[in-house]
């Protein structure tokens, strides 16, 4: 009896947020304001850190850079301040080093504030079989893909619950959800991160920490400096992304406080069959709720 309650609720759940969904495709869903806003962006240097950074200062953002290359932090800071008035802030900062972080950080909030958006963008992608990869590089992958997210959240994260504000947006991949030749450990690094920013925000929605939101990203390639000249075996359905079109989709999903993007749409379709046969038939109605929520975007 208790399941077929439990059948009903997500039944009925399922069809308001799919109605919702519908209705959002007709009329905007609208969008928070981010002006004064204090934007943190790891991996700000270049391609996809360098779009997000130019599109948060034109909507009145303080945004605050942080990249390993001095030479590409300094070329984005000087584009940002080109296209707003909005204070723009650089910080060198290696995020596979916990230490480094933590003191950027607390320079961070002495010279700026509290970070109030946190995105997590910098990443490393080594692209060798699993055997011809080092141990320097496995580790290098674990650290800037995924623990610079739990470090950046112990530094930003407590300030964001006392005042029950915030966004937290982890930049994770498409091969976060489904493992990938040649990138074991990159895909590894990626599940991980998706992992972690999605129990963050089930224990924050568990607080009842509801000023806090979370986006979680999981694109298909994009055509940035990691994966230059890479091709798709099936480019109508896997397109490679394209740095301005992925941009305006996480700036707009970040806007509407939606909680998963996935892009393509074909990449949560192709998670079907995986979910599908790997699951008992217990979890199966949770895995359906799970996956209707990522493709419905809440």
Same mark, same amino acid.
């Given at each position: 009896?208790?399941?077929?309650?439990?059948?009903?609720?997500?039944?009925?759940?399922?069809?308001?947020?799919?109605?919702?969904?519908?209705?959002?495709?007709?009329? =905007?869903?609208?969008?928070? $304001?981010?002006? %004064?806003?204090? !934007?943190? /962006?790891?991996? @700000?240097?270049?391609?996809? &850190?360098?779009?997000?950074?130019?599109?948060?200062?034109?909507?009145?953002?303080?945004?605050?850079?942080?990249?390993?290359?001095?030479?590409?932090?300094?070329?984005?800071?000087?584009?940002?301040?080109?296209?707003?008035?909005?204070?723009?802030?650089?910080?060198?900062?290696?995020?596979?080093?916990?230490?480094?972080?933590?003191?950027?950080?607390?320079?961070?909030?002495?010279?700026?504030?509290?970070?109030?958006?946190?995105?997590?963008?910098?990443?490393?992608?080594?692209?060798?079989?699993?055997?011809?990869?080092?141990?320097?590089?496995?580790?290098?992958?674990?650290?800037?893909?995924?623990?610079?997210?739990?470090?950046?959240?112990?530094?930003?994260? =407590?300030?964001?619950?006392? $005042?029950?504000? %915030?966004?937290? !947006?982890? /930049?994770?991949? @498409?091969?976060?959800?489904? &493992?990938?030749?040649?990138?074991?450990?990159?895909?590894?690094?990626?599940?991980?991160?998706?992992?972690?920013?999605?129990?963050?925000?089930?224990?924050?929605?568990?607080?009842?920490?509801?000023?806090?939101?979370?986006?979680?990203?999981?694109?298909?390639?994009?055509?940035?400096?990691?994966?230059?000249?890479?091709?798709?075996?099936?480019?109508?359905?896997?397109?490679?992304?394209?740095?301005?079109?992925?941009?305006?989709?996480?700036?707009?999903?970040?806007?509407?406080?939606?909680?998963?993007?996935?892009?393509?749409?074909?990449?949560?379709?192709?998670?079907?069959?995986?979910?599908?046969?790997?699951?008992?038939?217990?979890?199966?109605?949770?895995?359906?709720?799970?996956?209707?929520?990522?493709?419905?975007?809440?």
């Amino acid at each position: 009896m208790k399941d077929l309650a439990d059948l009903a609720t997500f039944l009925g759940k399922f069809f308001h947020y799919f109605v919702e969904s519908l209705l959002f495709h007709i009329i =905007p869903k609208p969008k928070k $304001n981010v002006a %004064g806003e204090i !934007v943190l /962006i790891t991996g @700000a240097g270049s391609g996809l &850190g360098r779009l997000l950074a130019l599109k948060f200062v034109r909507l009145g953002a303080i945004v605050v850079l942080w990249d390993i290359n001095q030479e590409n932090l300094a070329e984005t800071c000087r584009v940002a301040k080109e296209h707003s008035s909005a204070r723009v802030y650089g910080y060198t900062c290696d995020c596979s080093k916990k230490q480094e972080i933590y003191k950027v950080a607390k320079q961070v909030k002495k010279e700026v504030g509290d970070v109030t958006i946190l995105i997590n963008n910098a990443g490393v992608v080594t692209g060798k079989q699993f055997l011809e990869t080092s141990d320097e590089h496995v580790g290098k992958s674990f650290l800037v893909n995924c623990f610079s997210h739990i470090w950046t959240y112990i530094a930003f994260l =407590p300030s964001m619950i006392a $005042n029950n504000h %915030g966004h937290l !947006v982890c /930049i994770s991949s @498409a091969a976060g959800q489904i &493992g990938m030749n040649g990138l074991a450990d990159y895909s590894a690094s990626k599940f991980a991160s998706f992992g972690f920013a999605e129990s963050i925000y089930f224990e924050l929605r568990h607080l009842k920490k509801h000023g806090i939101k979370t986006t979680i990203v999981c694109p298909y390639f994009i055509k940035t400096g990691m994966f230059n000249g890479c091709l798709s075996k099936y480019p109508t359905l896997l397109p490679i992304l394209e740095p301005e079109y992925a941009a305006s989709k996480i700036i707009k999903a970040i806007l509407e406080n939606q909680v998963y993007l996935i892009t393509p749409k074909s990449i949560a379709i192709a998670l079907v069959p995986k979910m599908w046969i790997s699951l008992t038939k217990h979890t199966k109605k949770l895995a359906i709720r799970k996956l209707a929520t990522r493709l419905l975007g809440f």
